[in-house]
């Protein structure tokens, strides 16, 4: 259902999309299809239209708990879209929590609210709720046998936002699951989000290098685990060692397009990484043979001079291997106006061209 509604959605077809989500039986399940397509389209008579719908949803639940939880959505589909009016319905949904008797159901709400300010990036907040929930749980009146399981349930869904949480944040979510599955007596799940956790700690003070050292180490999974956790900085350098890896062991398509992702994101978002690491995965680059890589390398560097020394080499190579407008084009590109000329020289002959 939801691939035909963005479907419809990708070729214009609001009001065919919106007559999809509106057929789709069960209520929530039809309030997350209203979410997507309000965070879809832009215009703003289209934004009410939905925004209505959903709110009839809301009012058709009888119950606190479902209440709460479709208020939550409505809440981290208005912030995501950029619409402050998103606090106001996590505000609603704190009141209808409030309202709530039953302990588990009130504990259920909590996780419910903590889980969708996550998904809107609300971290602070969706931690403290989600150690509300877990607090309000412990203190339950109701057989173990209940709060066992409700727990359970709670460390899967701080899990799961854990798992979508890719910044330094998500170590304390997987710190709180694993306490919780101690509490319940599932130890190995819990030494495994602990590990988690650690890792996390590890990307934090080492950077890129935890990455290069789990790739010496042929740990490809911890090495692609720790990048989404580093510094924007760190994180394209992350990726280019990666890619370098890859390369190395055969899989050029897969190294190719993480070239090309490191690239994008630095240049899209302005990312400035140590030109003197970059550097090194330039010439590592060059080593072994990928040629254009290292230019997308060099193109990454600030520093005119570290640049301009990069552009050297690869000038040279192309010239050392019989290619000499592309040596000549690369050459033209350096910015140290001696460099160039030096480079220039010994393209045409006039030095030695394997000299470097």
Same mark, same amino acid.
């Given at each position: 259902m939801m691939e035909d509604i963005s479907d419809l959605l990708q070729r214009g077809n609001f009001s065919s999309a919106l007559e999809l989500a509106l057929r789709? /039986? *069960?209520?929530? =399940? #039809? $309030? /997350? @299809? $209203? =979410? &997507?397509i309000y965070q879809y389209v832009e215009e703003s008579? &289209? #934004?009410? @239209?939905? $925004?209505? #719908?959903? $709110?009839?949803?809301? *009012? =058709?639940?009888e119950g606190l708990l479902e209440k709460a939880r479709a208020l939550a959505l409505i809440g981290y589909t208005l912030t995501v879209t950029g619409d402050k009016k998103g606090e106001y319905f996590f505000k609603k949904v704190h009141q209808a929590i409030k309202a709530i008797d039953y302990s588990l159901w009130k504990a259920e709400g909590y996780g419910y609210l903590a889980y969708y300010m996550a998904l809107a990036g609300k971290y602070d907040d969706a931690f403290y709720y989600y150690n509300i929930a877990y607090e309000t749980a412990q203190k339950s009146p109701e057989p173990y046998s209940k709060v066992l399981s409700f727990l359970y349930r709670l460390a899967q869904q701080i899990l799961e936002s854990a798992e979508k949480i890719h910044s330094p944040e998500a170590k304390e979510f997987y710190e709180l699951a694993a306490e919780i599955y101690e509490d319940i007596k599932r130890h190995l799940s819990a030494q495994e989000l602990k590990k988690k956790a650690s890792l996390i700690e590890m990307a934090l003070e080492k950077g890129s290098r935890l990455v290069s050292e789990f790739l010496e180490r042929r740990d490809v999974d911890n090495a692609v685990f720790v990048i989404k956790y580093l510094p924007d900085e760190e994180k394209v350098l992350a990726l280019l060692e990666i890619a370098y890896w890859l390369f190395l062991h055969d899989k050029k398509g897969l190294a190719k397009s993480i070239v090309e992702d490191a690239f994008r994101m630095a240049t899209e978002r302005k990312i400035k990484p140590n030109d003197e690491k970059l550097e090194e995965i330039a010439l590592k680059f060059l080593k072994i043979g990928r040629i254009e890589e290292a230019l997308t390398v060099g193109a990454i560097i600030s520093d005119d001079r570290i640049a301009s020394r990069v552009f050297e080499k690869i000038a040279l190579t192309y010239a050392k291997r019989g290619e000499k407008l592309k040596a000549i084009t690369v050459a033209e590109a350096i910015s140290d106006e001696n460099i160039k000329r030096d480079v220039l020289k010994a393209i045409e002959g006039e030095e030695n061209v394997g000299h470097e």
């Open positions: 789709i /039986e *069960d209520p929530f =399940s #039809r $309030l /997350e @299809a $209203l =979410s &997507y008579e &289209y #934004r009410e @239209a939905v $925004l209505g #719908r959903m $709110l009839e949803i809301v *009012d =058709s639940f």
